[in-house]
């Protein structure tokens, strides 16, 4: 590199980065540039409408310039690998909440209710983070009916732009679900704020693992499992059961256990106060596995 021009002199090596894709383009992301120098950005703007994004210069002669290109020249961009996992490490560092110092959680799974002191706990944070309407809204469409409306399905749309799950699904029919208070930005941002929090708060009481149950029943043979990027579990083998007796009509019926990973949560019953208003299911819901054929 002529010294005519800026430069990093050690630059982080390329085998620590991944090549640009669609699914890096949100928000906030950090990447750089594949020029000879490496040249940091930030991604500041998506308009898929238009096919393009922005984003600004971090160094060198260009430094605070900010560009706008194509959809198509991501791949001229490269990001750190890892990137959410570390957005959502800072995140954890940042919720700064006192978590109660016990939870009897043999005692909440056993009376499949939840904590007011947690729930209060995370109204504080999803407000500190500027997200509690985006929780009030997943958490009561997701308990009610997570087919009802696109809202659910446009976080899984943002879950898989993170990296976190692969979203195997229709196209939202309303564009509008991505607008105003309801961005790709902002729903990237509950979808970390609540998995930091919950990764913060099972930390906290020194659980790295824990079983879940799922219960079927269908009138005829058990269908091919279908990948979803949110996934309903119970910490109730009751509930489970309840499921998996089925009705008169039953033919195949399954009833799955397993121990999941805690970094798998999304949400619990013991934390959430939606999960808790109407029904009594001591329930998880876990980021999905493409490759768990039961969780």
């Keep these: 590199m002529s010294q005519a021009y800026a430069s990093d002199p050690d630059p982080a090596p390329d085998r620590d980065f991944l090549p640009g894709e669609l ?13 000879a120098r490496r040249t940091p950005v930030t991604l500041m703007r998506v308009d898929p409408d238009r096919g393009a994004f922005e984003v ?4 060198f002669e260009d430094a605070r310039a900010c560009w706008e290109l194509p959809l198509e020249d991501v791949g001229r961009l490269q990001f750190a690998r890892d990137e959410t996992v570390a957005r959502i490490e800072r995140a954890r560092r940042e919720v700064g909440v006192e978590l109660p110092a016990r939870v009897d959680l043999p ?46 399905k446009a976080h899984a749309i943002v879950l898989a732009e993170l990296g976190l799950c692969p979203y ?16 790709r ?38 269908p091919e499992p279908v990948p979803s990027s949110f996934v309903s579990a119970t910490f109730s083998r009751e509930v489970a059961t309840a499921h998996f007796e089925g009705g008169p009509a039953t033919r195949t019926a399954v009833l799955w256990r397993q121990r999941v ?10 934390e959430t106060r939606e999960m808790n208003r109407r029904f009594s299911e001591a329930e998880a819901v876990l980021i999905g596995d493409p490759a768990n054929r039961a969780f």
Aim: charged fraction near 25%; proline fraction near 6%; glycine fraction near 12%.
């Design 261 to 270: 990973p805690v970094g798998r949560l999304f949400m619990t019953f013991l």
């Design 185 to 222: 930005a902002r729903r990237a941002a509950h979808l970390v704020a609540r998995l930091a929090f919950t990764r913060e708060l099972w930390s906290s009481v020194g659980v790295e693992s824990v079983t879940l149950y799922r219960g079927a029943a269908v009138d005829g043979p058990l």
């Design 23 to 35: 699914g890096h383009l949100v928000v906030g992301n950090p990447g750089r540039l594949l020029d």
């Design 168 to 183: 195997r699904g229709k196209v939202v029919r309303d564009p509008g679900v991505f607008e105003g208070p309801c961005s």
């Design 56 to 59: 600004e210069i971090g160094a």
């Design 107 to 152: 005692a909440r799974m056993e009376a499949r209710a939840g904590d007011p002191e947690l729930f209060a706990l995370l109204d504080e944070v999803m407000i500190a983070r500027g997200v509690a309407d985006l929780e009030q809204r997943f958490a009561t469409t997701f308990v009610s009916n997570p087919r009802s409306g696109e809202f659910v």
